[in-house]
Each structure stands twice: as structure tokens, then as C-alpha cells.
């Protein structure tokens, strides 16, 4: 066997760091050689069950897919017939607006259709009622009733789906319980996190490794002193999909994750925002199951850290431009 190179066996390089040849049968001989000498780590393998469980979890994304189409689709029936119930109903697939897309569909009478309103729609019963004054046609109610169906066959396999999810998390039951104290992680998207990440994080190393193997780190993309793009790099697409929807859920709760997002949403827009709340949901999601201990919610303002950083530079911004008066800083300063 050939002698090990001198390289330090801690740094384990990757394909793109280590010269070598790029064609396919030569370049296999040099992973090969790579791997002997030990300086290539093997990428994340789950287990067989995961592996299986990641086929269920592939064929519910799809089913959801096709659900959230036919319910756009249902929508752009009732624009195509005048009935432009999105431009008052704020949730077109709401409680609300199903059971008047039901009536509508039955052929019930608009005072009884305005009788399935609730809560703050009950004040705009005038403009419901103004938006559900046109005819529909034979051919708009056949597609409606077909897409009805559609849609109810595709709940109802995708509940099954979630079922059939949550009767496998048993073997996992500790870490399903753990993510789901995460704010914007409920039972279904903790078990498919599951699945696509398994419960030993010991696997990734530090959580910096972790979160550079999902992809969801920014970008280091430097040459001769310039930073270039930081767009993040290529990793799972399911799992990416996942923490965002976790982010958008977890915006909305009073937790750090919130004021984190207000702080980056000016600076760096929503979907820039949205992807580094995803981060640091990873981040959370690492230590939590490493440690095998619920989410505890720091209480970070991270509004307070902004003006903490920047307040003296506004203040003297503020001062040459003659908005704020010497004096005026200096009192705001002992404040």
C-alpha cells in the first residue's frame, strides 16, 4: 500500500480544495486514492427507515402541491364567473368562503349564503353580498363541483399520509417532542424534519458543518480581496422548503425569531429575511437535539442590539446635517 502524503490527517479537504483530474474513470481512481489516505469525509447517510420514510415524506410534498393548485384553480373559476370573493374574504379557502363556495355550488339563495359569515366578515356582509351578485354559469359550476372533488379526495390522502407519518415517528418519539417546542414547528413538519436529518447530530460535526451540508449558510465567495455573491450553496431541497415554511410560522409568534426578522426586513427584504430565519431555526433545531432538551426562548431584542450598535453614528449624522443641535446630542447621550 502507498505511504500516506505529509498532510495533517484533522483537515479533511474538499473535492473542490484538492487538485486532481476531472475525467470520469481517472477522477474515480483519485476519490478513491482521497478516501485511502482519509482525507474525505463520507456525506449523511440515514438509515433504511429514514431512507423509506423519505419516499412518503417526497410523495406528500407532491400531494400538497397538488392541492394548493386546485385550490388556486378554484379561485380562478370564480374570478373567470365574477365572483371575486378574494377582494373581501382575506382567505379564500377559509371556513367562510368554503361554505359560500359550497352554497354557491348548491344553488342557494344570497341571504342564505350571507348567513355562513363569522367574526369581523359580519360587517362586510354589503360587500360580499354585492361581489356574489353574478351569475354563474353551467360550465362554471360542472368545473367548481369537479375541483371540489378533487380537492376533498386530496385532503383526504393527505391526512391519511400524515397518519401513516405519525404512527412511524414511535422509534423517534423523544426528538419529535423536543423540535415541536420550537416556535413554527408543529407535528407534521417535526416529523418530516425527522426525516430528512435524522436524530444523531454527532453525524454533522459542529452545527456550522450542519447548516453548510443543508445549504442554508450564506455564501463565501471571495477572490483577490473582493466579496462576491453570498448567495447560499446548493443542499436539500425538501429541507430548505421545510425551515422556511418553519420561518414564515415562526415570524409571527413572540419569540426571537420575530424580532430577528423585523431587524434584517428593512435592510435585506423579506425573502432574504425569510432564509436567514431558516438559519437560525437549523441552528436551534441542532443544539436542541444534540443536548435532548426543549427550546427556551432567549429573549433577545434584537431591535435594542441595532441601536445599541448604530446610535452614535445617527447621532452625529443627525448633527452635521443640522436636524440635532449639540446641545441636543448631549442631553440625548446622558438620557
Request: proline share 2%.
Amino acid at each position: 500500500m502507498e505511504k500516506s502524503p505529509a498532510v495533517t490527517m484533522e483537515f479533511f479537504l474538499t473535492l473542490r480544495q484538492v487538485p486532481g483530474r476531472k475525467t470520469d474513470v481517472q477522477d474515480s481512481q483519485w476519490l478513491a486514492r482521497l478516501a485511502r489516505y482519509g482525507l474525505l469525509r463520507g456525506s449523511f447517510i440515514p438509515e433504511k427507515d429514514l431512507r423509506e420514510l423519505r419516499l412518503v415524506a417526497r410523495y406528500r410534498t407532491k400531494v400538497q402541491r397538488t392541492l394548493s393548485g386546485e385550490l388556486n384553480r378554484l379561485h380562478k373559476v370564480l374570478d373567470d364567473a365574477g365572483v371575486r370573493l378574494g377582494n373581501v374574504v382575506s382567505d379564500i379557502h377559509g371556513v367562510t368562503a368554503q361554505d359560500i363556495i359550497q352554497g354557491l355550488i348548491a344553488g342557494e339563495p344570497t341571504e342564505k349564503l350571507l348567513t355562513y359569515t363569522r367574526g369581523a366578515l359580519n360587517k362586510k356582509k354589503e360587500a360580499i353580498k354585492a361581489e356574489l351578485a353574478a351569475e354563474l354559469s353551467e360550465r362554471h359550476l360542472f368545473l367548481l363541483r369537479t375541483i371540489q372533488k378533487h380537492i376533498a379526495s386530496l385532503e383526504e390522502e393527505l391526512q391519511e399520509i400524515d397518519t401513516y407519518l405519525f404512527d412511524a415517528m414511535t422509534p423517534y418519539q423523544e426528538a419529535w417532542q423536543i423540535l415541536q417546542t420550537i416556535p413554527g414547528i408543529n407535528k407534521t413538519s417535526a416529523a418530516l424534519l425527522i426525516i430528512e436529518i435524522g436524530i444523531d447530530m454527532e453525524l454533522f460535526g459542529s452545527r456550522d458543518q450542519f447548516c453548510s451540508w443543508a445549504g442554508m449558510c450564506p455564501g463565501n465567495n471571495e477572490s483577490a480581496g473582493k466579496k462576491k455573491s453570498g448567495k447560499t450553496c446548493k443542499g436539500s431541497n425538501q429541507l430548505r422548503y421545510l425551515l422556511c415554511e418553519a420561518a414564515n410560522a415562526a415570524i409571527k409568534t413572540d419569540c426571537q425569531f420575530k424580532q430577528k426578522y423585523q431587524s434584517l426586513l428593512i435592510r435585506r427584504g423579506h425573502k432574504k429575511a425569510i432564509v436567514a430565519i431558516g438559519h437560525k431555526i437549523l441552528r436551534v433545531i441542532f443544539s436542541v437535539l444534540k443536548n435532548k432538551q426543549g427550546y427556551q426562548d432567549p429573549g433577545v431584542d434584537y431591535a435594542q442590539l441595532v441601536v445599541n450598535k448604530n446610535s452614535a453614528r445617527w447621532l452625529k449624522m443627525l448633527k452635521e446635517y443640522g436636524y440635532l443641535s449639540s446641545s441636543q446630542g448631549e442631553s440625548t447621550n446622558l438620557h
